[in-house]
Structure formats: C-alpha cells, structure tokens
C-alpha cells in the first residue's frame, strides 16, 4: 500500500512525506476493518481507495491551496472524506467531522486518535439542526460536502455554516453542470454565488471528479436551513 500511495499521490502532482504515508497506510488499514463491522465504503481495492478516496480529497488543495490556520466542517462526512486526508496533508487546518450516524463518528475519533491527528474533531448531529446553533452558524472559513445530496439540498445544509465571504466546495459527479442550473433560486436565496468550476481526471482517465466552488455572498437568512427533512422534499 506504500508504494500504491506514493504513486497515486505522485501521479496528481502531490508529495507524500514519509509520516503521511504511515499515516494513509494505517487510514486504509482502519477503513478496511471497520467495513467489516458498518457501512463505511464500498471500495475496497487498495489502488482504487488510493485514487477514488484519498487523492480525490486531496484535489479540493487545487482549488484552495492554502488551508494553513483556515477553518473547515465536512458536512456528511461518512468515513471522513475529504476532511481527513485534507488534515492529514495540512495539519494545520483546522476540521469538523460532521455525520449524522453515530457509528461513522466512533470511527473517526477512534482514527484520529490513531493517526495523532490535531486539530481536528468529530461531531455527531443533522447539519439542519446545527446549522442554527450559534456555536456552528456561520463559524467556517470552508464547508465541503462529497456526493451527500443534489446541489440545490447541499446549499441549504451547508451555506448556513458558511462565514461571509468563506467558501462551500462540493465534490460531484458528471450531473454537476446540470445540478448547478437547478441551483439559481438556491444561490440567490441563500447568498452564494458559483465562483469556480473545475474537472479532475484521475488514474489515467479512469475516474473524473467535479468540484463547485460557491462563494458566500452575503448572510443566509435566519429561516435557513428549515427543519431536517424539508430540503429535501421541497428543494429551494
């Protein structure tokens, strides 16, 4: 697996120190055993989890290079992707693990906490009720989300974490684009604006990713995020 890994990363245009590389090889190690006990990924191929987990977490560094002493909460995060190979790669951002299933957040501390990982922490709860807690509203420089829901629904979970003038950032798939178009009365009512679009091909082709980065304009009204449910019955 360390050799899958230097050459996964190397091939993207990262580098892996020798400790981020333990560190990844003891993550796919955690991964692959607690999957046997609940429901963390479907991908289990080392090459496959190198490529289609870690690294594509590591792209969002190319839409946002410098994440030193920066602020980020990983909405839906599951097995703690992207937050944690983003912490992993930058120590010194700072990440909430954000998942509504309690059994993924005794994984991520238990990871954490076996990878020494700083600055970073798990928390348990629906983002449409934390999304109002004063604690949590408006408190990040960074928001991601990686494939949770359709841009419309991840707007209304994830801009109300979101400071004036952060960033949201989701990680989709092909529908990208279209999603994007079913997004304007979203944006408009939540206060973003798309700033960047951008295209990763990875593995030599074989696995694309897309990435929205949406600019928090200016404050989300108080109504926002409704209660846990709404947004996705009736979309924005």
């Known amino acids: 697996m360390k050799d899958i890994l230097n050459q996964a990363f190397t091939s993207e245009g990262f580098n892996l120190t020798e400790q981020q590389n333990k560190q990844f090889v003891t993550y796919f190690d955690m991964l692959i055993d607690w999957n046997q006990k609940i429901n963390l990924t479907a991908i289990e191929e080392p ?49 909430t693990l954000f998942d509504s299933l309690n059994k993924r957040i005794l ?21 449409e009720e934390f999304g109002i807690k004063p604690d949590y509203r408006q408190q990040f420089d960074i928001a991601t989300a990686r494939a949770v829901a359709r841009m419309p629904v991840l707007l ?16 989709k798939g092909p529908e990208l684009e279209n999603e994007i178009k079913e997004s304007s009365n979203a944006l408009k009512e939540l206060g973003g604006k798309v700033v960047d679009v951008q295209q990763f091909t990875l593995a030599d082709g074989a696995y694309t990713r897309n990435l929205a980065v949406i600019e928090k ?14 947004p996705q019955k009736k979309p924005l």
């Open 47 to 95: 090459t496959e989890v190198a490529y289609k987990h870690f690294v594509d977490s590591a792209c969002l560094m190319r839409v946002v290079p410098d994440l030193k002493h920066k602020t980020m909460i990983d909405i839906g995060t599951g097995a703690g992707f992207p937050g944690v190979p983003l912490n992993i790669m930058e120590p010194e951002l700072y990440v």
């Open 107 to 127: 994984f991520l501390q238990e990871l954490c906490k076996a990878l020494e990982l700083k600055n970073i922490r798990a928390v348990h709860g629906r983002a």
């Open 156 to 171: 209304e979970i994830c801009l109300p974490f979101v400071k004036k003038g952060g960033i949201f950032i989701a990680l």
């Open 217 to 230: 304009i200016k404050d989300t009204p108080k109504k926002y995020p409704r209660k846990a449910g709404t």
